[in-house]
């Protein structure tokens, strides 16, 4: 087994990147995702975090996360979060009691600083796009976009183009 060595930072902000198992597409429809939207409420209710960013995408979502001060503990909050909304999308489980909605493991990375933060909120956000799922930023309705539009962080036409600061990214 691998020894993954993940960032441990109390407090830090981390940009995440979860897969569903074999890319099957279980966030396709309004039931499904507010059965991720609950899981997260729950989760946050039990053990505080902020979200910054999200965006849900058929078969994967991206998101930044602040933790609290005193807490580093993002993988305990994912398993949470990733069991209860198993527990609602399939019923069946391997020989480990596994469900076979994630894949075991998500991607994460500690946001280092100011503009290491903004490439990942706009590549959250332009990711519809990326994926052919909508011309504009804007149409894709699983995004944080419109409340950071709301906030003045963006234009409600921003991303009508690959912005250059993400070109690069392999956040996938």
């Given at each position: 087994m691998s020894n993954y060595r993940r960032a441990n930072t109390?407090?830090?902000?981390?940009?995440?990147?979860?897969?569903?198992?074999?890319?099957?597409?279980?966030?396709?429809?309004?039931?499904?995702?507010?059965?991720?939207?609950?899981?997260?409420?729950?989760?946050?209710?039990?053990?505080?975090?902020?979200?910054?960013?999200?965006?849900?995408?058929?078969?994967?979502?991206?998101?930044?996360?602040?933790?609290?001060?005193?807490?580093?503990?993002?993988?305990?909050?994912?398993?949470?979060?990733?069991?209860?909304?198993?527990?609602?999308l399939d019923r069946t489980s391997n020989l480990r009691g596994e469900r076979p909605v994630w894949q075991r493991r998500f991607w994460e990375h500690q946001i280092r600083n100011e503009q290491d933060w903004c490439n990942h909120m706009d590549y959250i956000h332009y990711n519809p796009v990326k994926h052919q799922l909508v011309e504009r930023v804007g149409d894709w309705p699983w995004s944080s976009f419109h409340r950071a539009v709301a906030k003045g962080c963006y234009e409600s036409d921003w991303g009508n183009a690959m912005p250059p600061n993400i070109s690069d990214m392999k956040c996938e």
């Open positions: 109390k407090g830090a902000t981390y940009f995440f990147t979860v897969v569903t198992k074999e890319r099957k597409h279980w966030f396709n429809n309004e039931e499904s995702i507010n059965f991720l939207r609950q899981a997260f409420h729950v989760t946050m209710n039990e053990r505080p975090f902020i979200i910054e960013a999200v965006v849900i995408l058929p078969d994967h979502l991206h998101c930044i996360w602040k933790l609290p001060e005193d807490d580093s503990d993002y993988s305990g909050r994912w398993r949470e979060i990733k069991k209860r909304v198993s527990r609602k």
